[in-house]
């Protein structure tokens, strides 16, 4: 049926309206560098909220059944528009003078994010791999957006490649889907199974299909054997980025995966547990392990995305809906404490990237020191921060599904992660600054917004956890 | 019948035409083969019946992708001496893989006729395959159609910001010293 | 349906097969005297200066990237031509939509002077 349905993707039009607007502006403009594109760009996504709040609610089929928008979609709308406003605060002051081009920068995170709202949307895998394709694309080019640094034109390459051939295995894991089922439809797909598919040879193409697409999304969210692109990657990029990537494309990748394998691959998603098992321990393992030797803060902190991304997939691996809920809840605090930490790396980085450049810095900036001590408490996951519930939510899923042993090697990984997590502090408050000098700019005021909104929001989510939890307990419809 | 034997011709060319993009010295006569097997491979899809994609593959690969390899070729100026290194370093190992891939590939093609669902569109018969992706395009998948040109403009703001000469800040502007390729003309 | 396609094979083989015949020919029946002038490449009459192979300058690079662009949207668009008159106004809207995002696409770059030569 031709349901035209332009108001279920009205928030998507409003942005790629704006992005449009930024790239003439960027290019016809006379005079470049005055224009406000981070307020522009706040007002986009504010427009977006906006729409989205009217949309929510609401369940409903678009475009020959090709999206299907339904409470869940829209939570994750709403989270990526919020880490489009923070990413948009803290960018400004940092790209200033780096970047020549800012219209396009904010233009792609603007399309990036289109993306992401389009795999949020999505209920046919075309749509799926199209929305993923607009959501890397925009990051790739994001991630070399330093021109002039090596590391940054390294990052871009390789997220560049590895990510094109990720992305070429999900496609051919779609097609042997296609080719089983003869449809890209998610509910068709599993009626079509029931109608087809009774074991034997058909069955294992289907599965080695759903292996393939599986691959592809672990790739993206950087769970261990498809992990090795996200150091360098996270390191090299421009720091605004790497908050965006770090936060934004995971949160697109696990939704891509609770809802392609929840909805449409749900008849296969049994076969896979036992493997996601050991891919979340050794996600978790890895991550924290490789984190302890870093110097470097960025560095760690990609390692340590790996090592959440493991505790993420715990919530997956439970499969009942207090567990899936809990990987929502975990992934608003988890971008919420990252782009926290980044904001801070972003006005700190002018000292240097590493451990030392930091030192001291606790106290000479007691306000910055006072948020990474919040975003580094609710990375390890102490109480009353947001860090904590998401780990106590995702390991009641794993209690309930009867995992003792895997709640208890994420809480033995958590109490390594502690050691490298605290060191920044412990550089922060008790080493010597290295040197004083060096005019900082500390008083960015819209960093210091996106700082205050960040710990605020991380402190709400660990003081008044029940808030949140019980909103995406009730969206979570999606149940194998 | 005749068909079938067209297809081995095509293929067996398409092979031909792979070994010798893989055994060329000249990098430049490497892209030439691959277009060859680009060629092949739509001349086959029609064979199939799919004329649609068959002229894809000639617009894209050979019209555009291969101008890109031919051009990337071009700027790097790789040396026939270096290619020849890579060639012989750990041949034994590609060869292995090579041929295991090949008997494998041969075992599963003779051992089972894997079944491939028939898509839930209907195909209606008097129209053509151009027609068909048409109708389809234009009707059942007109999102993910108007959402290409999204990922094409991202495409395109990635051309122009990453592949444009950038002068670092500061630097003047110098005299842009404007070099054609023959320079003998 | 596919006997539409002889004459292209015709056409294909014969073309082949006509460069292949002349170079063979000219190859075993023809004459060489070969002189040190005549070896060197053909350069409109010039000595030639230095190897032809020179490098490209990056600048076509992005011409190169921009055409594959363009191309691909040009693909999209074949199905529709065929189509046209079936698809009626609904899929002239469709198209346009499409076309004009590109185009503003175009506009950004003609606006951010990528197509000039510097």
């Known amino acids: ?85 923070i990413v948009s605060l803290m960018s400004d002051p940092y790209i200033e003078g780096k970047i020549k081009h800012k219209g396009e920068y904010y233009a792609l995170i603007i399309l990036s994010i289109v993306g992401m709202s389009f795999i949020a949307t999505s209920y046919d895998l075309i749509m799926l791999v199209l929305g993923v394709e607009a959501m890397s694309l925009s990051v790739y080019i994001l991630a070399g957006m330093f021109k002039h640094d090596e590391a940054s034109a390294e990052a871009s390459i390789k997220y560049f490649l590895l990510g094109a051939f990720s992305t070429a295995i999900m496609l051919l894991g779609i097609a042997f889907v296609y080719g089983t089922v003869g449809t890209t439809n998610y509910s068709l797909i599993v009626q079509n199974y029931n109608k087809y598919l009774h074991g034997g040879i058909q069955t294992g193409i289907f599965l080695f299909g759903v292996a393939a697409i599986l691959a592809g999304v672990l790739f993206k969210i950087a769970a261990v054997p498809f992990h090795m692109w996200t150091p360098d990657v996270y390191e090299g990029a421009p720091t605004s980025v790497t908050a965006f990537m770090i936060s934004g494309v995971k949160a697109a990748s696990f939704f891509m995966l609770i809802r392609v394998f929840l909805i449409a691959l749900k008849v296969a998603v049994f076969n896979f547990v036992d493997i996601m098992v ?73 000292k240097g990237k590493d451990l030392e450049h930091v030192s001291g810095c606790g106290f000479l900036y007691p306000f910055l020191g006072l948020m990474m001590t919040i975003f580094m408490f609710s990375m390890v996951g102490l109480p009353p921060t947001g860090g904590f519930m998401g780990k106590f ?21 958590s109490a390594v992660s502690a050691y490298f997590y605290l060191r920044v502090l412990v550089y922060m408050f008790f080493e010597k600054p290295i040197d004083a000098g060096g005019a900082l700019r500390t008083s960015s005021a819209t960093v210091t917004t996106a700082l205050v909104l960040t710990s605020v929001g991380i402190l709400f989510l660990g003081i008044f956890p029940q808030f949140f939890f019980e909103i995406t307990t009730k969206y979570m419809t999606y149940l194998p | 019948m005749i068909q079938e034997y067209l297809g081995y011709a095509f293929s067996f060319l398409a092979v031909v ?45 050979v019209g555009a992708i291969m101008v890109l390899f031919v051009f990337v070729i071009m700027l790097l100026n790789i040396e026939y001496a270096k290619r020849e290194k890579l060639y012989y370093r750990g041949r034994i190992f590609g060869v292995i893989i090579g041929v295991a891939l090949l008997l494998k590939l041969l075992i599963v093609g003779y051992s089972m006729a894997i079944k491939i669902q028939q898509g839930d569109l209907p195909v209606p018969k008097d129209l053509d395959s151009t027609k068909v992706v048409g109708k389809y395009l234009f009707s059942n998948y007109i999102l993910p159609f108007e959402v290409i040109s999204v990922v094409l403009l991202i495409g395109i703001i990635g051309a122009v910001v990453l592949g444009r000469k950038e002068r670092p800040n500061g630097e003047q502007k110098e005299e842009v010293v404007v070099k054609t390729i023959g320079s003998t003309h | 349906m596919l006997e539409s396609y002889v004459p292209v094979l015709i056409l294909g083989v014969i073309s082949v097969g006509f460069a292949f ?47 594959i662009i363009f191309d691909v949207e040009v693909a999209f668009m074949f199905p529709w031509a065929v189509l046209y008159e079936n698809l009626g106004m609904l899929g002239l809207i469709e198209m346009l939509i499409f076309v004009l995002i590109l185009m503003l696409g175009l506009a950004y770059v003609w606006g951010k002077g990528a197509l000039e030569w510097e």
Not at chain 1, 306 to 320: D, K, P
Not at chain 1, 393 to 413: D, M, Q, S, T
Not at chain 3, 25 to 53: D, M
Request: hydrophobic share 60%.
């Open chain 1, 393 to 413: 939510y995702v390991f009641k899923g794993a209690l309930e599904a009867g995992y003792l042993w895997l709640v208890i090697i994420a809480v033995l990984n």
């Open chain 3, 21 to 67: 015949v002349t170079l063979a020919l000219s190859h075993l029946i023809g004459e060489r005297k070969p002189t040190e002038e005549k070896l060197i490449p053909y350069e409109c009459g010039n000595v030639p200066i230095g190897t032809a192979r020179e490098r490209f300058p990056v600048k076509f690079y992005i011409i190169a990237m921009l055409f």
């Open chain 1, 278 to 350: 050991f891919i979340s321990i050794i996600t978790m393992t890895l991550g924290n392990i490789a984190a302890l030797t870093q110097r470097n803060i960025k560095r760690m902190l990609a390692y340590s995305s790996i090592a959440h991304a493991g505790y993420m997939l715990i919530g997956f691996v439970a499969l009942n809906k207090t567990g899936l809920a809990a990987i929502v809840f975990y992934l608003i605090a988890y971008a919420l404490m990252n782009l926290g930490a980044f904001a801070v790396l972003v006005l700190l980085e002018e």
């Open chain 2, 17 to 61: 035409l792979a070994i010798s993009t893989i055994i060329q010295k000249n990098p430049v006569y490497s892209a030439a083969s691959l277009i060859g097997v680009m060629l092949m491979l739509a001349c086959n899809y029609v064979l199939l019946n799919a004329e649609f994609i068959a002229a894809i593959q000639v617009i894209v690969y």
């Open chain 1, 1 to 85: 049926m031709a349901n035209f349905d332009f108001l279920s993707i009205s928030p998507d039009l409003v942005l790629i309206a704006f992005a449009v607007l930024f790239l003439l502006m960027g290019s016809f403009s006379r005079t470049p560098g005055v224009h406000n594109y981070n307020m522009l760009s706040i007002s986009a996504f504010s427009l977006a909220i906006l729409f989205n709040l009217l949309l929510f609610g609401s369940k409903r089929f678009g475009f020959y059944d090709m999206m299907l928008y339904d409470e869940l979609a829209g939570i994750f709308r709403f989270i990526f528009y919020g880490i489009g406003i």
